[in-house]
């Protein structure tokens, strides 16, 4: 039923080319050789009593259409039995793949009387039909008939036998004509010769016993594999026992065995029975064959490949249903063909990288590899079909399942190997979590932080020392014997409700400042952090808090600290300023006094004396000006009400005023988000832009007066909190000088400078001690650059010194 025998991938491409090849430079010699017999009289066989024949050089054949019985016997009659024949030359006669049918003919003769038998070891012949006539007659009606192949019953054959036996009676002295008509779907392969009946009984005995012995091995393969599956539980196992068993059905039916044990009285079944039993097998051949070679780690493209094959597979069993026999065979023979040989390239791959069962399965593939090249080169007629040869490929199929089956018990010993290393890994995993929990437990008992459990109730119900000293127990034993409610801890009743609330829609918090009240001592300023901890079916919760009660007072007492520094100055500032009024309104009303007698008796006064009069006046009224700066710039600020504005439309506002002061000026404004709404001291916030503006167009008055001066001013708001980014592409300042201008008086352009110094001062005493905020002068490539934070305001500003009392996120 095939061109060449039905090995699907196991069968050799580059072999079968090459041996294509071959054939065709040789076709011409044959064909001398055939047309040279040619019109000759029909190869004669004498049958020899304890001796076999080959008939393959003996037969002489003619090709003709597909015919029924009937019109088999019709057609022998007319048969010319001098032209038209071709002389075969091969002792294993082999025509290959046609849609046709063939009649062969030659005379047999026999030295005794005896029942002698032609049998043909290729089972897949669709129909064989063999006369026995005396010699020189062609009517079917004085000749024996005897019937063959798999589409016709199996009950109706002579010999009970997978192969095609056609029985051949002789009498001694007779010369008898055979005429055989062979069709098939497949390939015209005729291995025939002729044995005698004690040969044929020894050959069966030895062909039943070969059998027999092939299926045990492939059953007690099955079966093997079935039971380290069931002790392993690895599917691996299963795919290998459903391969091993398939291939085992396919091969039943490849060589007829199947037809004669399952179903003998439907011949039917054999035109689809070899394609789809060949798919099956190589379904779980698919499914097998990626995790022994473990392609996903060694071969991932063949992974792929494999992982495509498997519906393909599925494809070729719907199709050995829907298309023709030739059709659906060859295509399974391409695509396996092909296949075979990427096969065994992936398994020399997987075995290079190291991986041990593919040494074994690539061994197994060749072996198996050798017998399927073997028979496909017999079947070609390129070497002789010797048992052994012919034998080849179920030879080749038990070595390579015992060699895969070795492939599979180094697969165990490498997965026991793994597993050892992995109890190795588990253990040593283990003991270092014993040490490191041994040392978690050390730093859980002696940590300065006060680590806690509660239970559902919020009892406490676990904790470290330090939890029971900062909070005034004498031991973690009188804390788990009285298991104070966490409530009783925290300082106030408001701020347990507002804790509790944090962690009902949080379900944890980090970094959450508290004030705790202990059984014994003072208040505990201290940052905690919680966590909802599942146990079981009682929620629990676990968390730590750490006592920053003495940085918390050192950050105060800095602070006040620094407050009562700035007062201290404020207030010397301010009475140095007041203390002036009194001495400047004395010098101005004397220089006044002095300037009326001037401007009366201008006879009699110098020159010189008047030019001096003149600049004791500007130089009191650039003191009194300078005090009225300093008067502005430690002004009383307190008065200032918080207000709430979107910051696009008031940045538009103050962007509009401040080219209207500094038309010269490219000022670029960027507010985000397009809605904010911030809510503070917006009047200060007017007067640090506009300071900021002023000292930009002052110490760059050239690039101003050039129309080159240019200020972004960003503003962002996050989190409640508004962030300013002010920068100029000036002259900027130097790195030493960057810590000085915050400093009151201090300026390096003081003749052109307008607040004498106290611009910048200003600001910062506004930002930080003022509203609030905080800044600082990143540094830039070019110009001067300074970010402001400042924090929402609520109904009313905090003081800077309160403690804050709700979560810090």
Sequence with gaps: MFGFPYYGPFSSVLLTVLVSVLLSLLSPLSNASEMSELNTDSGSVTLTPGESVLAGKHWRYIETSQLTPEEVHTQLASLDVVTAWQQSTEDYLNLGMAHDGYWLTLSVTSEEDGQWYLRNRYSLLDLAILFQCPHGVTDSSQCSVTLGGDRIPYHERVIDHPNLILP?????????????????????????????????????????????????????????????????????????????????????????????????????????????????????????????????????????????????????????????????????????????????????????????????????????????????????????????????????????????????????????????????????????????????????????????????????????????????????????????????????????????DVLERHTQVSGYELTLMPKRGSAVKAILTMRRDKRGDDACWAGSFLNVTEKYEQENALQKLQENRQASMQQLVMGVSHEMNTPLGNIRLAATHIQDRVEHDVTQIDPDFKSAIHQVNDNIARLADLNKLIQSSMGDTSSQQPDSIYLRSWFSTWTEDTLKRYPKLELEVISYPDTALWRGQVTLLERVLNQLTDNAVVHNSEVYNGTQLYVRVSASLEDDSLTIEFQDNGRGISADAKDKIFMPFYTTRRAEATKKGLGLYEVHNLVTHVMGGSLNCPDVNQGFAIQITLPEVEQELRPAGDFPSQASW
């Design 168 to 500: 051949v009676d002789v009498s001694a002295g007779q010369t008898y004509d055979l005429y055989l008509y062979v069709t098939t779907e497949g390939t015209y392969q005729l291995p025939m010769e002729f044995v005698g009946q004690e040969q044929l009984q020894e050959q069966l005995i030895h062909n039943g016993v070969f059998r027999g012995a092939y299926y045990a091995v492939m059953l007690a393969m099955a079966l093997y594999n079935l039971v380290l599956f069931f002790a392993v539980r690895d599917r691996l196992y299963l795919y290998y026992t459903a391969f091993v068993s398939s291939f085992l059905f396919f091969h039943m039916n490849f060589e007829g065995s199947a037809y004669g044990y399952f179903w003998p009285d439907s011949p039917e079944l054999n035109s689809f029975m070899v394609p789809l039993t060949f798919a099956i097998s190589q379904f779980f051949f698919a499914l097998f064959l990626p995790q022994l070679l473990y392609l996903r780690n060694y071969c991932p493209k063949a992974d792929m490949v494999y992982r495509i094959y498997v519906p393909v597979t599925l494809a070729f069993a719907v199709m050995s249903f829907a298309a023709p026999y030739q059709t659906a065979v060859s295509w399974q023979n391409y695509v396996n063909s092909f296949l075979a040989i990427y096969t065994l390239i992936a398994g020399i791959r997987a075995w290079t990288q190291g991986h041990k069962p593919a040494k074994y399965f690539t061994l197994a593939w060749l072996a198996f590899m050798v017998g399927v090249v073997s028979a496909n080169l017999s079947a070609l007629g390129v070497i002789p079909g010797t048992p052994l040869v012919l034998y080849g490929y179920q030879i080749g199929s038990v070595f390579d399942v015992i060699l895969i089956s070795l492939a599979m018990g180094a697969r165990i010993n490498m997965l026991r190997d793994a597993r050892e290393r992995d109890q190795r890994r588990l253990t040593d995993s283990q003991n270092e979590s014993i040490r490191l929990l041994k040392q978690y437990e050390d730093l859980y008992q002696n940590s300065l932080s006060g680590r806690f459990q509660l239970n559902s109730q919020c009892e406490v119900i676990g904790c470290n020392p330090a939890f029971a000293s900062i909070l005034g127990f004498r031991n973690v034993d009188e804390v788990l014997q009285v298991k104070p409610h966490l409530d009783q801890l925290i300082e106030t009743p408001q701020a347990s409700i507002e804790l509790w």
